[in-house]
């Protein structure tokens, strides 16, 4: 869904019972947000990344370790654009590769992604 600003909207669905979202398309845009969903099982964000469409999978890595954001329900996580320039699909993980975390319902995030061009 555009919102105007060069703003699109995206769900990224991770399902009850599981940790790791289904591959979500950014297109031309960069994540630059994420909204929690009202409910959630306490537990970090990781991520998958893809930069040629999906054909290979990575872990997400910031300048020194696995990119890590902390999240609850309902809230906004801002996210620095430059760290994902280049990435054009992304898995969303509860909790870490080594420890995830199943959510026990359906959960939507939304991604906010925008045109930096």
């Not at 960069?30 to 893809?50: E, R, Y």
């Not at 997400?60 to 370790?65: E, V």
């Not at 699909?89 to 909790?95: D, L, Q, T």
């Amino acid at each position: 869904m555009a919102l105007g600003m060069n703003f699109t909207q995206t769900a990224a669905l991770i399902s009850s019972g599981s940790a790791l979202s289904a591959a979500v398309a950014l297109g031309a845009g960069t994540l630059v947000g994420i909204a929690m969903p009202a409910a959630w099982d306490a537990a970090a964000l990781t991520f998958q990344v893809s930069s040629d469409g999906g054909g290979s999978w990575q872990e997400a890595q910031g300048a020194a370790a696995v990119l890590t954001y902390s999240a609850a329900a309902g809230q906004y996580i801002a996210i620095d654009p430059a760290l994902w320039r280049g990435v054009n699909m992304v898995k969303i993980r509860s909790g870490t590769l080594g420890t995830p975390v199943n959510q026990t319902a359906d959960r939507t995030l939304t991604l906010i992604t925008r045109s930096l061009a």
